[in-house]
């Protein structure tokens, strides 16, 4: 299992092949990137996403955990991006694998869940004409992550 944390944009396609490549035993890999969208108020020229190093990392790490215990995954990645992003920059990405692809799949549902509205990060929307609003989690995230 591996969890990052970090500022720097990655490589999507370097990052799934590695975990593809060291998932022994999976029948099934799944991967999903979310990328930064525009905002649903206005041009947005950047997001940024704040977090407490430590806290954060943790937080992900307690709930990969019961990912992979939940579904018998063999693997699980989860990697999130913090600072300043521009509409169409990635911004996370889950990986995980098991010997079947429903438990794949669904975990792999239930961490994106998570990430969108309880991981502790908070979103920051910044539009082109220089306004900022806090993102909060939607009640259609709120009832996603509920379903678990």
């Known amino acids: 299992m591996k969890i990052v944390v970090q500022d720097a944009s990655f490589d999507f396609g370097a990052e799934a092949q590695a975990f593809s490549d060291a998932a022994k035993g999976a029948g099934a890999v799944v991967t999903f990137s979310g990328v930064v969208r525009e905002?649903?108020?206005?041009?947005m020229a950047m997001m940024e996403i704040e977090h407490y190093p430590g806290m954060t990392e943790?937080?992900?790490?307690?709930?990969?955990?019961?990912?992979?215990?939940r579904w018998s995954l063999t693997d699980a990645l989860?990697?999130?991006?913090?600072?300043?992003?521009?509409?169409?920059?990635?911004?996370?990405?889950?990986?995980?694998?098991?010997?079947?692809?429903?438990?794949?799949?669904?975990a792999a549902e239930y961490l994106m869940d998570y990430l969108k509205s309880?991981?502790?990060?908070?979103?920051?929307?910044?539009?082109?004409?220089?306004?900022?609003?806090?993102?909060s989690a939607k009640d259609e995230d709120e009832e996603a992550l509920n379903r678990w």
Do not use: C, S, Y
């Open 39 to 43: 905002a649903d108020t206005g041009a």
């Open 58 to 69: 943790k937080a992900l790490e307690k709930i990969a955990t019961e990912a992979v215990a």
């Open 78 to 106: 989860v990697i999130h991006r913090h600072g300043r992003l521009v509409p169409g920059d990635q911004i996370m990405m889950v990986a995980t694998a098991a010997r079947h692809r429903m438990a794949a799949f669904e």
């Open 118 to 135: 309880r991981a502790p990060f908070w979103k920051k929307e910044i539009l082109e004409d220089g306004r900022a609003k806090w993102v």
